[in-house]
């Protein structure tokens, strides 16, 4: 075998990538998770190559591929001639680059299309929905690949220029906890809509009746009422240490703190329900977290300030109940298991636009049929597929196979 002294000079030259930047964070990255590159040069105009989303790029390339080195080079918007000369220039500097061709501006595309006339110009372009590569380098057929990148829910939002804040309360999803999730959604479908009204019913009484030392509620039957059908059934699921009726007390003690948590607020069961379902092959969906606390200024804060009665001002967080990835593309779900309005259907696609993009897949999941919703059923359902929404209903009388093919069908998985 000879040596080809091109190739051995190519060898030492470090790998350079061109990106033409693109408003949608995904396609400015696809090329920097798939190859790691010494270098990518980002080509853009003032208008949409913003100091914030600059920023973004830089904090997330430092999680996913902190060797690469990230160059912004702005051109005016209007200026043919300065962009065809910014890409010789770049050639000149990197004979050979690669020049990524997913987004970027109209101008900057007319430049490129002029120089690769003229000379051979190395090109891929990488679809961030399907993660296919496809080479366009001169020369030769185009050639289609896959590529296996995947970003985490968290670098996600670290992409879209937010940050996941610490929750208050961590579920701890081992096996046990699976098969006890799995337990008490029996019991939510069994009594339905009165789930949501038991739930509150014991979360109030539990609040005027706090438990003892020993974690033991003596909670009045009076103020119970038919709640008290709630906790029966959960005792006769195993989710009680022990439960006893006594004459005007009903007096007991949850198995674990994560189940008195799942009990005392009503919407607790159906987001832990789906993303248990999701999960559990984890070969489908690449990650996953469930009570995601979003913070839009994406600064990183202490555990104690992620809540309270206000915010600290100026601050903007949202709460979205579950986050699925699918390699490089997320889709946010809302879990809904009262009645759900046309505000759900505006904050769910207020955050998913913000940190997900046109890529990003938007659901939302209701524990009962979509007739239920305030605005009513016909009208609900229209108002959600004109915002491009997903809407599962009537999850309580859905399998647990079926919630997970609709999932995947969404995904595309």
């Known amino acids: ?30 090329a920097l998770l798939t190859y790691k590159p010494e270098r990518i040069i980002y080509l853009g105009h003032k208008h949409n190559m913003i100091t914030k989303k600059m920023n973004s790029l830089r904090r997330f390339a430092g999680l996913t591929s902190p060797h690469t080195t990230l160059e912004f080079i702005e051109v005016p918007r209007d200026d043919l001639m300065l962009c065809i000369q910014t890409i010789e220039d770049i050639l000149t500097d990197h004979p050979h680059a690669r020049f990524e061709l997913t987004g970027g501006g109209e ?15 190395d090109t891929l372009r ?57 337990e008490i959604w029996t019991v939510a479908k069994r009594l339905g809509h009165n789930w949501n009204r038991y739930c509150s019913i014991i979360e109030e009484v539990i609040k005027n009746y706090p438990e003892d030392a020993e974690h033991v509620f003596r909670l009045p039957k009076a103020a119970l009422k038919d709640s008290i059908t709630l906790l029966q059934q959960l005792k006769d699921k195993g989710m009680m240490d022990f439960y006893r009726s006594e004459k005007h007390c009903i007096v007991f003690r949850f198995a674990n703190q994560q189940i008195r948590e799942v009990v005392t607020k009503t919407g607790n069961i159906l987001e832990l329900h789906v993303y248990e379902v999701a999960t559990r092959e984890p070969t489908i969906f690449t990650d996953a977290t469930t009570g995601a606390i979003i913070d839009w200024e994406g600064q990183p804060v202490q555990q104690e300030s992620a809540f309270s009665d206000g915010h600290s001002k100026g601050e903007t967080i949202n709460e979205i109940d579950v986050i699925l ?9 809302s879990c809904k298991s009262g009645r759900a309005d046309s505000k759900a259907l505006h904050e769910l696609e207020t955050v998913t636009s913000r940190f997900g993009g046109r890529y990003a897949k938007k659901v939302l999941v209701m524990a009962t049929p979509c007739e239920a919703a305030a605005s009513g059923g016909a009208f609900f359902k229209q108002r959600a597929k004109d915002m491009h929404i997903w809407v599962i209903d009537d999850c309580y009388n859905l399998t647990d196979e079926q919630l997970m093919r609709k999932l995947q069908r969404i995904q595309g998985a």
């Open 107 to 121: 101008m900057f595309l007319i430049a490129f299309g002029y120089v690769s006339a003229n000379r051979k110009v």
């Open 325 to 333: 990835m699918r390699d490089a593309v997320p889709t946010f779900i």
């Open 1 to 30: 075998m000879t040596n080809d002294p091109m190739n051995t000079d190519r060898s030492k030259e470090e790998l350079v990538i061109v990106e033409f930047f693109s408003e949608e964070a995904l396609e400015n990255i696809m």
């Open 126 to 182: 990488i679809d961030p929905y399907t993660g296919t590569e496809m080479d366009l380098s001169s020369g030769h057929l185009p050639t289609t690949t896959h590529t296996n990148a995947s970003i985490t829910v968290s670098e996600n939002i670290v992409l879209h220029g937010g940050t996941l804040r610490p929750q208050l309360f961590r579920w701890d999803f081992d096996e046990l906890f699976r098969e006890e999730i799995r």
